[in-house]
């Protein structure tokens, strides 16, 4: 089993700075990459920022400047900065780790329970 749990959202001001992070545990034999991806009420679930085992980061127009992906592979540990927080950021956060839990595996994506982030004054 692979176990993610994030934390770090609630509410935050618009123009707000805060940082999401989730530490990944149990049964992982290696971690191709790592990404946060957020949904919105009534809307698809979406990309925000993936990182690779070699460092390599993506992001969509809609957060680049804005959010940064970082990773501590020691502590298979992911964390998301945000700076410059909108209304429109407002969703459920989700850490997604693609990797296999035992060698031979195909890659599979494993994913936290979410936390919430709500943008508001």
């Known amino acids: 089993q692979v176990q993610l749990v994030e934390s770090g959202g609630g509410l935050v001001q618009p123009g707000g700075s805060p940082r999401l992070s989730c530490a990944a545990s149990?049964?992982?034999?290696?971690?191709?990459?790592m990404a946060w991806y957020r949904q919105a009420p009534g809307k698809q679930r979406e990309l925000v920022a993936v990182v690779t085992g070699a460092g390599r980061t993506n992001y969509p127009n809609s957060v680049k400047g804005r959010f940064t992906i970082s990773r501590d592979n020691a502590e298979n540990t992911v964390y998301l900065q945000m700076n410059s927080l909108k209304p429109e950021d407002t969703a459920v956060y989700y850490c997604?780790?693609?990797?296999?839990?035992?060698?031979?595996?195909?890659?599979?994506?494993?994913w936290g329970q979410g936390t919430q982030v709500t943008v508001s004054s």
């Open positions: 149990g049964s992982i034999f290696s971690i191709n990459a």
């Open positions: 997604c780790l693609n990797g296999r839990q035992y060698y031979g595996q195909p890659l599979e994506d494993y």
